[in-house]
């Protein structure tokens, strides 16, 4: 049974903002949990990311931890719910506001859909609507079938970091079919920064500029080289593609995603 947590998520339709008024960020994609994966070792570690996260201007952040790939039997759902409960507890005694709710970034795996339904696996926040999904680099899989079974279950897939994966951008055209069935594609803030190279950076623009991509998330994992840079990746958004685009990327879509709305598309927005 896949699991739907509403009372834990905020309501799209009502902003979170700091005590200043400010509307926050919502990252829908954060390896912020200790001892799960390949982010913070320990609990100290994890608060550290917290504060950085909330210095960063989010207010909401999905804990997306490793599961299946090289994690598989590794990260289970309740495990994740578990440590999600300890952290937001530990941030409140450290008097850190930061709203951490439960998700994963799942490798593509043919038994995905059984383990949704045995709860094994997580879908973003927990609400039952969208799924992280993550594909190799190097190597393209079709993963059709797989969205056909989703569907079914009236789960969409976000697909993290794109912009990393070769293989998939050498297969625009079936890519382009997944989009036109409602995937969606998440480009990561540092990305756009060019903290991956140049190259990435501007394959993570030309996904945001096509109207291709419409979510930018952190991916972060530490508070060193992989650390959250939502901030920049608003600033040279706004400056780029204008504020509203902005705004749209990094704060309304993200929002939509972990109340479980739908996402609106660059180009709907930018004709309104």
């Given at each position: 049974?896949?699991?739907g947590?509403?009372?834990?998520?905020?309501?799209?339709?009502?902003?979170?903002?700091?005590?200043?008024?400010?509307?926050l960020?919502?990252?829908?994609?954060?390896?912020?949990?200790?001892g799960?994966?390949?982010?913070?070792?320990?609990?100290?570690q994890?608060?550290?990311?917290?504060?950085?996260?909330?210095?960063?201007?989010i207010?909401?952040?999905?804990?997306?931890?490793?599961?299946?790939?090289?994690?598989?039997?590794?990260?289970?759902?309740?495990?994740?719910?578990?440590?999600?409960?300890q952290?937001?507890?530990?941030l409140?005694d450290?008097?850190?506001?930061?709203?951490?709710?439960?998700?994963?970034?799942?490798?593509?795996?043919?038994?995905?859909?059984?383990?949704?339904?045995?709860?094994?696996?997580?879908?973003?926040?927990d609400?039952?609507?969208?799924?992280l999904?993550?594909?190799?680099h190097?190597?393209?899989?079709?993963i059709e079938?797989?969205?056909?079974?989703?569907?079914?279950m009236g789960?969409?897939a976000?697909?993290?970091?794109?912009e990393?994966?070769?293989?998939?951008l050498?297969?625009q055209?079936?890519?382009?079919?997944?989009?036109?069935?409602?995937?969606?594609?998440?480009?990561?803030?540092?990305?756009?920064?060019?903290?991956?190279?140049?190259?990435?950076?501007?394959?993570?623009?030309?996904?945001?500029?096509?109207?291709?991509?419409?979510?930018?998330?952190?991916?972060?994992?530490?508070?060193?080289?992989?650390?959250?840079?939502?901030?920049a990746?608003f600033?040279?958004?706004?400056?780029?593609?204008?504020v509203?685009?902005?705004?749209?990327?990094?704060?309304d879509?993200?929002?939509?995603v972990?109340?479980?709305?739908?996402?609106?598309?660059?180009?709907?927005?930018v004709?309104?």
């Amino acid at each position: 049974m896949i699991r739907g947590s509403d009372a834990r998520m905020p309501n799209a339709q009502s902003r979170h903002r700091s005590e200043r008024g400010h509307r926050l960020f919502t990252d829908i994609h954060c390896h912020c949990l200790p001892g799960l994966d390949d982010g913070p070792v320990v609990m100290d570690q994890s608060l550290a990311l917290c504060r950085s996260l909330l210095e960063e201007g989010i207010g909401c952040v999905v804990a997306t931890p490793h599961q299946l790939g090289r994690f598989d039997g590794s990260n289970d759902a309740a495990n994740v719910r578990e440590t999600v409960s300890q952290l937001n507890g530990r941030l409140t005694d450290a008097g850190i506001a930061l709203k951490v709710v439960p998700g994963g970034e799942v490798r593509v795996d043919e038994r995905i859909c059984e383990l949704l339904k045995a709860d094994k696996v997580l879908t973003i926040a927990d609400a039952g609507r969208y799924i992280l999904l993550e594909l190799p680099h190097d190597v393209f899989i079709d993963i059709e079938p797989l969205l056909r079974d989703l569907d079914s279950m009236g789960v969409r897939a976000i697909l993290s970091h794109p912009e990393k994966s070769a293989s998939l951008l050498g297969n625009q055209q079936v890519l382009r079919g997944w989009l036109d069935r409602g995937v969606r594609l998440q480009v990561t803030a540092s990305s756009l920064a060019g903290a991956l190279g140049p190259q990435i950076e501007k394959v993570a623009w030309g996904l945001l500029g096509s109207g291709w991509a419409n979510i930018v998330a952190t991916d972060a994992h530490d508070v060193g080289l992989k650390r959250p840079e939502m901030r920049a990746a608003f600033k040279r958004i706004s400056t780029r593609l204008g504020v509203k685009v902005a705004t749209l990327f990094c704060i309304d879509n993200p929002s939509r995603v972990v109340a479980g709305q739908d996402v609106v598309a660059y180009r709907q927005e930018v004709h309104r």
